[in-house]
């Protein structure tokens, strides 16, 4: 099913700026990015022949701090998609109120196509191309969908290549290059953090909840090991290849293992395989998509059984099918939020390049532990305020009036 990413976002923009009586003329330029960049990148293959890849940095508002947001490298990246994605990232930073704004960007591959050379090549040659546009104190790109601390590492190479040491280029980085503790699990402890803030908010016991992860990349497996330590059941995950289910619940640090061992969580014998499309429907308490945009929408929405929708992933959730949960009575704790704690502690990663000194693992949980628990009452306070308001309304309510306050006091509008 063909789905506009940019149009959900702008239909949800529009749904929150019209609750807050947003004047026309500053929601349009709350709404759209403020500058994109398209570039040509020229690869030679190993066999010698020449591919030329597309590749986005579209950096959306600036007015609360440099643009902010990761590159997803994958076959579906469009302009978009990756318009959609950098607006998300400006509400983001401006929801749990670190000093970001937002951006994205991405290459048009499918990088288990390229062998480690073409992909550090590629990845040299996108650096490049963007360079004129990013900086520590501009634009600071992270990891998104198939890109890693490996990647980072070059790019941090790159970039400092021309410009001198610069480990605040860019964040997600190894920890020997200047990454931070609890980078790499950020976003699925982040998500965990959400889910358990929920259920105590929604009185739903957390000890035994169900829980099914459709995805088991960085964001899916680090949920799940987190949650697993929680005490919830995880009767479900999936990745590109396939689908298991357990009704007791799978043993995560089992399923880790095997993933390690095979490259995916497919043909483990600790659970029966289901179809991909089967887990969006399973009863359980919770449902965590941390995958790809669109995959609950206006086709498999009623299907869904669960008590609650926390998105791992970016844009999981259409419009539509918004609706339909809403009338359903499912709610659904947005990405801005669930998903936010990987940006989290990219700011710290950031501050601590800036300071040349680094945190402790345990000062950096803390740290992002409260950001995210303080954030998600924000949102949870004015949900409940008013009848007709979903989570997602709440957030990008609370967050645009912030981006639009930072516009105005920075006399952007003259
Ligand atoms: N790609 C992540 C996101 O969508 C992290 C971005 C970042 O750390 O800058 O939030």
């Not at 590629?122 to 890109?147: C, M």
């Not at 999936?238 to 289910?245: L, T, V």
């Not at 498999?300 to 959730?317: D, Q, Y």
């Not at 800036?354 to 303080?374: A, F, I, S």
């Amino acid at each position: 099913m063909e789905i506009n990413n940019f149009k959900s976002y702008c239909d949800q923009f529009d749904r929150a700026s019209q609750e807050l009586k947003l004047d026309e003329n500053l929601a349009s330029l709350l709404k759209y990015p403020d500058r994109e960049l398209a570039v040509e990148l020229p690869l030679i293959r190993d066999d010698g022949s020449l591919k030329v890849l597309r590749g986005y940095r579209i950096q959306h508002n600036d007015a609360r701090g440099p643009f902010k947001g990761g590159l997803r490298f994958h076959p579906q990246v469009d302009v978009d998609e990756v318009r959609a994605l950098s607006a998300l990232m400006t509400f983001k930073t401006a929801l749990v109120d670190i000093p970001f704004g937002g951006a994205k960007g991405g290459i048009q591959v499918d990088p288990a196509t390229l062998s480690q050379r073409e992909l550090e090549q590629l990845t040299r040659t996108f650096v490049r191309a963007i360079s004129p546009v990013i900086g520590v104190q501009t634009d600071i790109p992270a990891p998104d969908v198939n890109t890693n601390a490996q990647i980072m590492a070059w790019i941090m190479d790159e970039y400092s290549q021309t410009n001198g040491y610069s480990p605040g280029i860019v964040t997600g980085k190894p920890i020997s290059l200047g990454g931070s503790q609890g980078r790499e699990s950020a976003t699925g402890v982040g998500v965990s953090i959400t889910l358990r803030e929920t259920a105590k908010h929604r009185n739903m016991p957390l000890e035994g909840a169900t829980v099914a992860i459709q995805g088991f990349g960085n964001v899916g497996s680090w949920a799940a090991r987190t949650l697993h330590e929680y005490g919830c059941k995880i009767i479900a995950v999936s990745d590109a290849r396939g689908a298991i289910y357990n009704k007791e619940g799978l043993d995560i640090p089992a399923l880790l293992e095997h993933q390690e061992a095979h490259g995916s969580i497919h043909l483990s014998s600790l659970a029966e395989p289901i179809e991909q499309d089967e887990l969006l429907c399973l009863e359980c308490d919770f449902l965590i998509p941390a995958a790809l945009g669109g995959v609950i929408h206006k086709m498999n929405a009623e299907c869904l059984r669960c008590k609650v929708v926390i998105e791992g992933a970016n844009g999981p959730t259409t419009p539509t099918a918004d609706e339909v949960l809403w009338k359903k009575n499912i709610p659904v704790i947005p990405d801005i939020l669930a998903n936010a704690g990987g940006v989290i502690v990219s700011y710290y990663e950031w501050v601590q390049n800036l300071q040349r000194h680094y945190w402790e693992d345990g000062e950096v949980t803390r740290k992002l532990e409260r950001k995210l628990v303080d954030s998600f009452y924000e949102t949870a306070a004015l949900a409940h305020s008013r009848k007709e308001l979903s989570y997602r309304t709440a957030a990008f309510m609370l967050s645009i009036k912030r981006v639009a306050e930072a516009i105005e006091m920075r006399g952007r509008i003259t």
